[in-house]
């Protein structure tokens, strides 16, 4: 006996399957333009590559929070607004002060352009505002500071070697490539930048959108879930 075929089935299963496959199709198409407007088009018109990067961190805190997304634009030495200075690199930092080797200072506020650059010591890309231009006879620097931190990312010295004394730590080696803040109520010694080389600049920040960047974050708060109390401060600013 023959199976009795009900074409309107036949139709709606056709249609189901074709309705899948263009859906596919369609994802497939909208991924491609993402990637292709993201890496391509973006980094072209605005002159950075990448042209827009996420905050992970909380050292930007009142003016960018995790979870911001920051679209860049093309930038150089000159054309980063902030202090700028005639000096070695060599300098200390005190009461919101830059005090450089050659006695000339510059004061540190919250008013320089917000660049991304390629730390010389961790190979990270880092989001930190411009606290001072310097000019010195090793070329031209940035020095660099994330809001919320009580130190810019450079100062005169950096630890390389780090001995536990009872309760604390201290810095029984210290280095001589690059320069980098020491400061022992900041945890481990040590530092993620030292002064900025101009080259190793990524762009500035041409304007940011709050929350969004969450988004791309949620595999990095799956996976330290049952970290959560040492992480807990890092997900919100």
């Not at 009795?4 to 333009?33: C, H, N, Q, S």
């Not at 540190?108 to 000019?135: T, Y």
Request: hydrophobic share 40%.
């Amino acid at each position: 006996m023959l199976e009795k075929i009900d074409p309107a089935e036949v139709i709606k299963e056709k249609y189901d399957l074709e309705g899948w496959k263009a859906t596919f199709v369609d994802f497939a198409v909208a991924v491609v333009v993402a990637a292709l407007i993201y890496f391509v088009i973006m980094p072209f018109i605005l002159g950075a590559n990448p042209a827009a990067v996420v905050v992970k961190t909380c050292s930007m805190k009142g003016s960018l929070n995790i979870g911001h997304i920051v679209v860049l634009r093309g930038a150089s030495y000159k054309s980063v607004n902030a202090p700028e200075v005639e000096a070695p690199l060599n300098f200390t930092y005190e009461n919101k002060t830059l005090f450089f080797s050659n006695g000339k200072k510059v004061p540190v506020n919250e008013k320089g352009d917000v660049i991304v650059f390629v730390s010389q010591l961790s190979g990270r890309q880092l989001i930190h505002r411009v606290v001072a231009k310097v000019d010195s006879t090793e070329g031209e620097y940035f020095v660099t500071k994330g809001d919320a931190n009580k130190y810019p990312d450079a100062s005169k010295r950096v630890c390389e070697e780090v001995t536990v004394v009872g309760n604390r730590k201290e810095c029984t080696k210290i280095g001589t490539k690059g320069a980098c803040s020491y400061p022992e109520d900041q945890g481990e010694p040590g530092c993620l930048a030292a002064p900025v080389p101009a080259n190793k600049i990524v762009g500035k920040k041409f304007f940011s959108i709050p929350l969004i960047g969450h988004i791309t974050l949620i595999p990095r708060y799956v996976i330290t879930l049952g970290q959560m109390g040492y992480y807990q401060n890092q997900f919100w600013c």
